[in-house]
């Protein structure tokens, strides 16, 4: 490999189509230029900072570490494949859009509308703050990431959270196929109109949860401040703590350690008989 060390870089497309080639100590700077490195394969960057405009698009086997992407590189990461950073930070706004097949480990993400569209991706002990997180992106596997931020996980699939606290609003709507594990799941609103969201071994906190819900399953769950649950939802919940209320579940099964409030009312669409257990 090419090695290029303590170079600074403010040109346009400085290392446009470059392959093979190890960066250390680089700068790439400019308030003008953009796109540093796009359309290049097999890069390694150590310990460099980016402050300009969409340094790494459609590229291929990149590998970053210890390297900071400040405010000024808007949108770094799109169209790549094969994307790995370690122990990093990014402050970058859009960051992460339609790229494939990926890691996150050890990072630091402030980064508005994050993760837009990405699949087969990795994210692990890392914090991520943002709002619009994840949006439509599937096969996701995310352990022991703290979050926070709006509207995140929307219509996301086939993905798996271990270990994390997720402090978020109008989280997994119109997701499918979504397991969250061992975690705490805090905001308003959770779930909404997803289908197959399992939770297991999770505390879950917030108003109005899971409504609108198909073949939604919690295990070994705990509900704390969650009033007017489960509306207009199929169910299959065991619950080892109280639940502020309920409000017209649509079908399945509610086992907890006791129910404050049930409604049923005129507006009742429920197609069978909802089982309600209270466990002594």
Not at 153 to 165: G, L, M
Not at 221 to 228: A, S
Not at 236 to 259: E, H, Q
């Amino acid at each position: 490999m090419n090695k290029l060390v303590n170079q600074r870089y403010r040109e346009e497309r400085s290392l446009f189509g470059y392959s093979d080639i190890e960066l250390y100590d680089c700068l790439f700077e400019s308030s003008v230029g953009e796109s540093p490195i796009k359309e290049s394969n097999n890069v390694i960057i150590r310990n460099s900072q980016f402050s300009m405009r969409y340094p790494i698009w459609h590229s291929t086997n990149i590998k970053i570490y210890n390297t900071l992407f400040d405010i000024a590189s808007r949108a770094p990461f799109w169209y790549t494949f094969n994307l790995n950073i370690y122990d990093s930070k990014i402050e970058s706004p859009k960051a992460l859009r339609e790229c494939v097949d990926g890691l996150i480990s050890n990072t630091s993400v402030e980064s508005a509308e994050f993760g837009w569209k990405i699949k087969k991706f990795s994210f692990i002990d890392s914090t991520i703050e943002g709002e619009y997180a994840f949006f439509e992106s599937s096969e996701l596997d995310l352990n022991n990431i703290k979050f926070s931020g709006k509207y995140s996980f929307q219509y996301v699939k086939n993905t798996t959270i271990r270990d994390s606290i997720l402090d978020t609003k109008d989280a997994f709507w119109h997701s499918e196929n979504v397991t969250v594990i061992n975690s705490i799941v805090k905001g308003e609103y959770l779930g909404w109109y997803s289908k197959g969201l399992h939770l297991i071994n999770c505390k879950i906190i917030g108003t109005q949860p899971l409504c609108y819900c198909e073949n939604l399953k919690l295990t070994n769950c705990t509900m704390e401040e969650c009033d007017l649950a489960f509306e207009y939802s199929s169910i299959d919940c065991d619950v080892n703590s109280t639940i502020d209320s309920i409000k017209n579940p649509l079908s399945g099964k509610i086992s907890s350690l006791g129910i404050k409030e049930i409604i049923i009312d005129e507006n009742n669409r429920a197609l069978e008989e909802v089982v309600i257990e209270i466990k002594e």
